[in-house]
Each structure stands twice: as C-alpha cells, then as structure tokens.
C-alpha cells in the first residue's frame, strides 16, 4: 500500500521544540522528491520545507533557521525537526512525495500524508 503516515506533532509553548517524522512506503522512497506542508485554520496550504533526493533542503522565509529537514533512506522516513516554535507556527503539517525537483522545490506532487496537528502557545 503506498501511503505517508505522519506523526510528532503535539502542543508546545512558544520556544519549544518538535520531530515531525513522515514514515514512506509502497514505492521508492529514493526516487522522489519529498516535502512538508502546513495548513493553519481558515488559511491556505503553504509550503514549509523541500528536500530532493540527493539531500538538498530549501525552506520559507518564515522558518528558515529554525526548521531542518531531512531524510532516511535505510528507514524511509522524512524529518521536519522544529525549534524556537511560535504561535504562528500553528498548524497541520503534512508531508508529501513529489515526482519533479525545479525552481528549489519538490513539484510534480503525488503523494500526501493525513496530517498532524502541531499547536503552539505563547
């Protein structure tokens, strides 16, 4: 069954830290490109983190610095490790695989997780 499963979210006061891991399967997690997504109540998906299949990260402005990404290949999972949380930082995050790498960012997405809820208070 091809499917991405993620999981660490939680709550956390503002200055916290989370993992988020998104566990791959059903495919070749090698092959594709991979990335995490955040959706905040009322607003529009964005685009938090990429990382291609050879490693390569890039993030948005609003959390570059704060947030790594990274990848197993032997355990086939995606990390999105989180520190100095904010509350804006609020949100679903979801994880997703993508076929194509250009302009910086994983594209070409096919694959998505269910989402897990990470909550920050000040």
């Known amino acids: 069954q091809v499917q991405l499963v993620e999981s660490g979210g939680g709550s956390v006061q503002a200055g916290g830290s989370l993992r988020l891991s998104c566990a791959a399967s059903?495919?070749?997690?090698?092959?594709?490109?991979m990335a995490w997504f955040r959706q905040a109540a009322g607003k529009e998906r964005e685009s938090v983190a990429d990382i291609d299949n050879r490693g390569f990260a890039s993030y948005a402005e609003s959390v570059k610095g704060r947030f790594t990404i990274s990848r197993d290949y032997t355990k086939n999972t995606l990390s999105l490790q989180m520190n100095s949380l904010k509350p804006e930082d609020t949100a679903t995050y979801y994880c997703?695989?993508?076929?194509?790498?250009?302009?910086?960012?994983?594209?070409?997405?096919?694959?998505w997780g269910q989402g897990t809820l990470v909550t920050v208070s000040s």
């Open positions: 059903g495919y070749t997690y090698s092959t594709y490109c």
């Open positions: 997703a695989a993508g076929r194509a790498w250009y302009g910086g960012r994983c594209q070409n997405l096919e694959l």
